[in-house]
């Protein structure tokens, strides 16, 4: 048995070298594997076509050096995340964002303007953002899609306003407060006949 197992290694460092050699295990300097996915969920309106996409992207750099196969990179796990997150201070402002993050108040203007550029009203997200409160997603049995869109339509989940972006954060918030209290959303904004996530969703009464 000993035998066949040295049998075995010889056979393999000998294959191993004679790949090296001939650069079969080997890539063109700095080749990388990307696997992009994507979904695309259609949304049913009257003369247009709209799609909600989400994109998805890995990257794998390939070996091109033999160095490569032993000096690999070590990415921090959780439990360095603390000692890491000291070790970069400098990146961390007193309400605990990256500079580089985007705030609430960016991420609802930039849905409104996509709103508004497909034929809603402006107050469609607010009104969203009520619907969703009023009428929550049942996230045991939804998937990804339906927990991304109660995360982003719900102030008080994210909590992603910053100090300055008052006027934004009462709007929103007030809109998630009436939806929670059970106020009709479309008295509360008569000029949004079709709220944005009614177009994609629908309520289950049980």
Sequence with gaps: ??????????????VTQRFTASGWLL?????????????????????????????????YVCPWLLSNFYDIPKWPGHSRM???ALSYDKYILRNGTH??????????MALEDLMVSYGFHETCLLKSVCEVAR?????????????????????SIHN???????VYRSAYEAAERYGAS?????????????????AITKVKFE
């Design 160 to 166: 992603a306003f910053i100090e300055n972006e008052r």
């Design 1 to 14: 048995m000993c035998s066949r197992h040295m049998l075995l290694a010889i056979l393999l460092i000998y």
């Design 99 to 108: 500079p580089a993050d985007a705030s609430a108040e960016q991420v609802y």
């Design 135 to 155: 009428h929550p997603f049942d996230l045991e049995n939804e998937n990804l899609i339906a927990e991304i869109f109660s995360f982003v339509l719900s102030p």
């Design 27 to 59: 890539f063109p300097a700095s080749t990388s594997l990307q696997i992009t996915m994507s979904i695309s969920v259609p949304v049913p309106l009257k003369d247009m076509k709209f799609f909600i996409d989400w994109g998805f992207q890995v990257n």
């Design 82 to 84: 603390q000692t890491r």
């Design 182 to 198: 059970g106020v009709d959303c479309g008295f509360m904004y008569p000029d949004c006949p079709l709220a944005f996530i009614d």
